[in-house]
């Protein structure tokens, strides 16, 4: 069983930035595939940020592509989101994911992870 345990949100003015942060459990979180998601109230759940278990290939959608951006350390079993230039309508809870599975590419549907984050609220203020 992976456990992760995010970190990183908060309050900020739009234009901000944050940084969240997410800690696996595991021997082999080099072998992961990675994503963040976000929840917005009456919203469904959206991919914002996926990398291959490889580390090669990213995603990021139209919405927040420039301004987001994945990235991991693997000595550190952590993977991050760095969010610039924030918006207002980027207010959400932000939920890491993970899956161990050699996953193909950088799947966008929070059915192909296996592994969540506790969730973390990201507010952007105007």
């Known amino acids: 069983q992976v456990q992760l345990v995010e970190s990183g949100g908060g309050l900020v003015q739009a234009g901000g930035s944050l940084r969240l942060s997410c800690v696996a459990s595991?021997?082999?979180?080099?072998?992961?595939?990675i994503a963040w998601f976000r929840q917005a109230p009456g919203k469904e759940r959206e991919s914002v940020a996926a990398?291959?278990?490889?580390?090669?290939?990213?995603y990021y959608p139209s919405s927040v592509e420039g301004r987001f951006t994945i990235s991991r350390d693997n000595a550190k079993n952590t993977m991050y989101l760095q969010m610039n230039s924030l918006k207002p309508e980027d207010t959400a809870v932000y939920y890491c994911?993970?899956?161990?599975?050699?996953?193909?590419?950088?799947?966008?549907?929070?059915?192909?992870?296996?592994?969540w984050g506790q969730g973390t609220q990201v507010t952007v203020s105007s």
């Open positions: 990398m291959s278990w490889s580390g090669g290939t990213t």
């Open positions: 595991g021997r082999t979180f080099s072998r992961y595939t």
């Open positions: 994911s993970a899956d161990n599975r050699y996953l193909a590419g950088t799947p966008t549907s929070y059915t192909s992870y296996r592994y």
